[in-house]
């Protein structure tokens, strides 16, 4: 076949568009500016993406602040609350101090989860003493006060130390009611309180044994007696040792004084 057949010429001239569309097919993707805009679009977006994360990280973070109450000073050592707040909300309670040595490690880590719990479902200091440690409660329950108060005052707090004294609420009147006296082997016993609302805020034994060595025994377990009854809001208080007639005598009298309030 000669080279200027017009079969050949055709057969050349469809292989060269061929190989042409096949260049520019090859091409294209690399130079298409739809598809370098839209990749070009994706990574700036996701960059954005990753940074909400932290930033609203960080934010959280800072309305979290630490507060820690006054150390307080028991019979068994001291008893120091710290709190983790959030928003005005109680998110952890930790006792940072409490007593330790001898028995005091057990009622420790007996009362303390129990107190750390409480304060977390009541959001303020109005929780109850635990059975066994009158004085590591007594002095958990100051320190938390101290620490709501702090709290309140560096910048308020909506559902602590706020919720439990509402200023619309009428306040309640204080009460002072004496027991019955009761009589022990070394002398009559009698207790009075003060009482606001159904709360016990302060327990005397105005009667109570002296006398000799009555006197000793009755400097020793009257303030103790005194405390527990406030701590336990109950006669349910433990007798002081080597004082046990001054003891149960103080739990009649007191009894019967809360049979008078009520409570």
Do not use: C, W
């Not at 003493?129 to 409660?137: D, I, K, L, Q």
């Not at 336990?232 to 007798?239: K, L, N, P, R, Y």
Request: proline fraction near 5%; avoid cysteine; charge should be positive.
């Amino acid at each position: 076949m000669k080279k200027s057949h017009p079969i050949r010429r055709f057969v050349l001239a469809s292989a060269a568009t061929v190989s042409g569309i096949v260049l520019l097919l090859a091409l294209k993707p690399a130079s298409d500016p739809a598809a370098a805009a839209a990749q070009g679009g994706a990574a700036p977006q996701q960059t954005a993406a990753g940074q909400e994360a932290p930033q609203g990280g960080s934010a959280q973070q800072s309305g979290t602040r630490t507060v820690a109450g006054d150390v307080v000073k028991t019979q068994y050592g001291p008893v120091q609350v710290q709190l983790t707040m959030s928003g005005g909300k109680i998110t952890k309670a930790d006792a940072v101090q409490a007593p330790k040595g001898g028995t005091s490690d057990q009622k420790t880590a007996l009362a303390v989860p129990k107190l750390n719990q409480e304060t977390l479902t009541a959001q303020s200091a109005d929780i109850d003493a635990v059975s066994g440690a009158t004085y590591t409660s007594d002095g958990y329950k100051q320190s938390l006060q101290s620490a709501l108060d702090k709290a309140k005052a560096a910048g308020g707090t909506s559902g602590a130390a706020g919720s439990s004294a509402s200023p619309k609420a009428p306040a309640a009147q204080a009460r002072i009611i004496t027991g019955k006296i009761a009589q022990t082997q070394y002398g009559p016993v009698q207790v009075r309180l003060s009482v606001t609302g159904t709360k016990i805020t302060k327990a005397e034994a105005v009667q109570a044994p002296s006398g000799g060595r009555s006197t000793e025994i009755t400097g020793n377990a009257v303030p103790k007696l005194n405390q527990e009854a406030v701590a336990a809001g109950s006669a349910d208080i433990d007798a002081v040792s080597g004082a046990t007639y001054t003891s149960a005598g103080y739990k009649e009298s007191l009894q019967s004084a809360l049979d008078k309030a009520g409570g």
